[in-house]
């Protein structure tokens, strides 16, 4: 948890002065008014999810003797959306949401399933809260802004078992856990109002995960590390 806490501190930090040094330059950091229209942002955003250190060791004592379980966790897959509001030229705030998905196999044998078995397939769901950091260059033809963002949430994960996993009495109940989101991308706008998205991002999350099998039961902080790549469309109005 401290290097959520570190991350984010020194984000807001970061945020914070670069925030005063934009508005030096002419622009509004705060709007003064309380105007919503054209200052409202829809996005829907998809790509692939890119386990950071995919291949990991978890020692459950309770398990036969303290059985080693092996895991690789596959590149996946994301799909979902953010609504913001920009509070002025520089800063905006939303919200964000994502399910992605990837398979995990077994790199060792466990239980009685060989080297190699799909353990099954984790399906997580996400949500966050955004605050991002933008600049606009005008280039005539269109509209170019880069910007990066931190986002503190959640993350809500379920696992779908493999048959193969069910047929060795193997099953795998994840809980609920902090995550942040750290990103940076841009939005291309090619008309006043829609613009086309590209973003990267680095998904830290820990989750509490009970493997059950018919020797006994035990949890363990299993890692959900991730880049995440993608883009997609975002609309002003």
Known sequence: MK????VFLGLVLFFGTSGLALAQEGGEFFYSDQEIAGRCNVAVRGGAVLPYKPKADYVYGYLTGGQTLSLERKNGWFAGGELTYDLGDYLAVGVEGYYQEYKVDITAAFHGMPTGSNLGTAR?????????LKYAFDMEDFVFVPYIAGAPGGIFPC???SPVAGTNNVSVKPRSGFAAKYSG???LYITDNIAINAEGAFLMADIKTAVTITAGTAKNDIKNDAWMVGGGL???F
């Open 3 to 6: 290097k959520y806490v570190v």
């Open 124 to 132: 997580n769901g996400m949500a966050f809260a955004k605050f991002i």
């Open 159 to 161: 696992f779908k078992d």
């Open 185 to 187: 991308g841009f939005d």
């Open 234 to 236: 975002k609309c002003k």
